[in-house]
């Protein structure tokens, strides 16, 4: 993939697309049609790559997809087409990103969609022992929960506390190492059974 990058306003972006990419092969026998989630999945690097260009971070960080709206699809991208990706940034707030995109053949629209990622950190627990010889890592969340959680400003999750329970609110709260929470109304022990009464 290449393009021209405007930092801190969009990216022009294309790829040549050949009859050898190895999707078109079973996507469709006989009539090879780009797969719309590769469409989506190049306008959403193209956006990382517009994020990295104006706001650069060094390999501590990750870029996370996060969703897509308003997406649609309106023509066929074969063997042959060149795939031009423009990428707008909408909005940022903090270490979130929106963008708008759109993949266009010719001048015509073949699928647009708005796109929201999240730059965080990356966290490496020391342990080299996977079989690349690197270092083991999980994203962690810095406070943020999933897509339903709504955690305050001065929440702080301890390690080892389970994330699809935490529910935070928006004063001063601590939760600590290990500290188990309610999930949906029903309080649990540390080894996970239900406390009733």
Not at 14 to 35: C, I, R, S
Not at 60 to 66: H, Q, W
Not at 179 to 191: E, K, N, Q, S
Request: aromatic residues 6%; charged residues 30%.
């Amino acid at each position: 993939m290449r393009g021209r990058v405007v930092k801190g306003e969009r990216i022009h972006a294309y790829k040549n697309l050949t009859f050898n990419e190895h999707f078109f092969q079973g996507h469709f026998p006989g009539a090879p049609v780009m797969p719309g989630v590769l469409q989506l999945e190049a306008l959403a690097q193209a956006g990382g790559l517009l994020a990295y260009e104006t706001t650069p971070w060094d390999s501590s960080k990750l870029v996370l997809f996060m969703s897509m709206d308003r997406v649609k699809f309106r023509r066929m991208v074969s063997p042959g087409d060149r795939l031009d990706l423009h990428v707008t940034i909408d909005r940022v707030k903090g270490s979130i990103w929106r963008f708008k995109g759109e993949a266009k053949v010719d001048g015509q629209l073949a699928s647009e969609a708005e796109l929201m990622a999240m730059i965080m950190d990356r966290r490496c627990d020391g342990d080299s022992s996977d079989s690349g010889g690197g270092q083991a890592c999980r994203a962690r969340l810095d406070g943020r929960g999933g897509p339903y959680a709504v955690i305050g400003p001065k929440v702080k999750i301890g390690a080892k506390t389970p994330r699809r329970a935490a529910r935070g609110d928006r004063g001063d709260t601590t939760i600590g190492r290990a500290t188990h929470l309610p999930v949906r109304g029903h309080r649990r022990d540390p080894a996970g059974h239900e406390i009733r009464g």
